[in-house]
Antibody, heavy 114, light 108 residues
């Protein structure tokens, strides 16, 4: 089981781009044909799958977010990232990264507010 | 938009057995949907209990089991413990992943 850690700004202004990085330790991000996901959870609500990227660099996004989501992988840094553009208050949530689906990060709270 | 439906809440007595289900708006859930089950306690990240319908991780307690039941994915807890009180989420694969709305399990 690898360890994952999310990092990035905790506060983003409306209309700007939310950018998060997930750093993987205890194993290689490019091993075992793994796929890596981003998931979010607004306060008091359920989990929402945002998207994934596999080591093949093929990325798939939630259709409801697709136009705003970019997920990239950097094997040299053992990291993958999430960019969510044109954010609104509705994007305020705890954001998790995960290796499908045995390992999860602890989550990071991102608040969208001016 | 595909919808995955779970019971919003269930209550079970300690030592009892409870089954949580996960239904798809597209029809019967099969192993091709690779059902995953997660447990989440307040203030914590989710942990994965079951993957690909009925496979357990090394940390999954033996009292948890996954299956397909009546066209749905199912998570059964046998011999429920007080520490099993949590939110449970299923996740199905349609070419993209979709979470169910979650089940709040109360042990009372």
């Amino acid at each position: 089981q690898v360890q994952l850690q999310e990092s990035g700004p905790g506060l983003v202004k409306p209309s700007q781009t939310l950018s998060l990085t997930c750093t993987v330790s205890g194993g290689s991000i490019s091993s075992d044909d793994s796929c890596w996901s981003w998931i979010r959870q607004p306060a008091g609500k359920g989990l929402e799958w945002i998207g994934r990227i596999c080591i093949s660099r093929i990325s798939i996004q939630n259709p409801s977010l697709r136009s705003r989501v970019t997920i990239l992988i950097d094997t040299s840094k053992n990291q993958f990232s999430l960019n969510l553009s044109s954010v609104t208050a509705a994007d305020t949530a705890v954001y998790y990264c995960a290796r499908e689906y045995d390992s999860w990060g602890q989550g990071t709270l991102v608040t969208v507010s001016s | 938009q595909t919808v995955v439906t779970q019971e919003p809440s269930l209550t079970v007595s300690p030592g009892g057995t409870v089954t949580l289900t996960c239904a798809s708006s597209t029809g019967a859930v099969t192993s091709d949907y690779y059902p995953n089950w997660f447990q989440q306690k307040p203030g914590q990240a989710p942990t994965t209990l079951i993957y690909s319908t009925n496979n357990k991780h090394s940390w999954t307690p033996a009292r948890f089991s996954g299956s397909l039941l009546g066209g749905k994915a199912a998570l059964t807890l046998s011999g429920v413990q007080p520490e099993d009180e949590a939110d449970y989420y299923c996740l199905l694969y349609y070419g993209a992943w979709v979470f169910g709305g979650g089940t709040k399990l109360t042990v009372l």
